[in-house]
């Protein structure tokens, strides 16, 4: 349910579960079974979600048994589906997230269990970063890490390239300055290692990038408007320069519809088109608590509907006969 830990930083669902003493916390994990009665013919299975760090989201990340299975699993997976959104809810989560390829058959189940598909990501991906890349000195004047100073310009660099409506599914918009950029740092002791660089003209942050390095591949995020060229090429070589100092191992870079000019600096440099992809929201409900300001109030108009209350002014009383005001 989530191509990118799938393709780069792949973990056994159990080892997810046993590692995630404490779930939705932090970047643990929540793990759901269903388990049949004894005359229940439908299959056991399970629902596995990983919080986002610093943010009330979290990703489902896998569920159990494929649909070819048996013919139940399908109503096993809208169980689980609504088990784990209710749970989520009560933890403070908002949305859930999963991203699968766009002609798995699993899609229609998800859609049909609530979730909503909000953009499609055609998918690159780079065999091996050519090694001449790591020779000689970098030629990047305008590139440096990016600090944890900035977050507020990373934000309104975001808000700049990306749609509202894609904003409002990735709960992106800002929130009274709270809601912080998809390209902001983790900590030093999160479980991935994440490598961010900005692009810099004039003291003004123009473009961004970031690189999330796993045990099997790395993921190559990029922030760019395609129209400025030198920005884009500028930024990217110096991806693939940082890249090739690491483990040799496979780069994916995903481009939304809206940065479809960007893909043909991803061919330049021997990116190839690998698949299409889907990402869907679901977002959560649970109990909240209002005060009442009179209970006696709320009782009376629970009760006898349409019976004053004694909030109406006594000099209203006055002024008609009471049959009318009953009335």
């Not at 979730?115 to 991906?125: D, G």
């Not at 894609?166 to 740092?185: C, F, K, R, V, W």
């Not at 088109?273 to 649970?286: C, E, F, G, W």
Request: one cysteine or more; glycine letters at 6%.
């Amino acid at each position: 349910m989530h191509v990118e830990r799938r393709l780069a930083r792949p973990q056994s669902p159990l080892w997810v579960a046993m590692g995630a003493p404490l779930p939705w916390h932090g970047t643990g994990a929540a793990t759901f079974l269903h388990i049949p009665n004894g005359d229940e013919t439908a299959p056991g299975g399970f629902v596995q979600g990983v919080k986002r760090f610093a943010r009330p989201e979290a990703d489902v990340t896998a569920i159990a048994p494929a649909l070819s299975v048996q013919s139940q699993t399908e109503g096993v997976w809208q169980k689980l589906l609504e088990h784990i959104t209710m749970q989520a809810g009560e933890h403070g989560i908002q949305r859930l997230y999963a991203c699968l390829e766009t002609d798995d058959g699993a899609l229609d189940t998800l859609i049909a269990g609530g979730f909503v598909p909000y953009i499609q990501e055609t998918l690159y991906s780079l065999g091996d970063v050519p090694v001449s890349l790591a020779a000689g000195e970098p030629a990047w004047p305008h590139v440096r890490p990016q600090l944890e100073s900035d977050s507020f310009a990373l934000q309104r660099l975001h808000n700049l390239l990306t749609p509202p409506v894609i904003q409002q599914a990735e709960g992106t918009l800002i929130n009274h300055g709270e809601t912080p950029s998809p390209l902001d740092l983790r900590n030093w002791w999160q479980p991935e290692h994440v490598e961010g660089l900005v692009y810099v003209r004039q003291d003004e942050i123009i473009a961004a990038a970031q690189i999330r390095r796993g045990r099997s591949a790395h993921w190559l995020q990029i922030l760019i408007d395609p129209s400025d060229d030198s920005a884009a090429h500028e930024l990217l070589d110096c991806c693939l320069y940082t890249l090739a100092h690491y483990r040799n191992r496979p780069v994916y870079c995903a481009l939304r519809s809206y940065q479809g000019q960007l893909a043909l600096l991803l061919q330049e440099r021997r990116f190839e088109t690998t698949t299409a992809l889907t990402r869907l929201v679901r977002h959560t409900t649970r109990m909240a608590k209002s005060p009442v300001a009179s209970r006696s109030k709320e009782l009376i108009e629970i009760t006898i509907p349409g019976l004053l209350t004694s909030d109406i002014p006594y000099s209203d009383l006055n002024a008609a006969p009471l049959q009318t005001l009953f009335e």
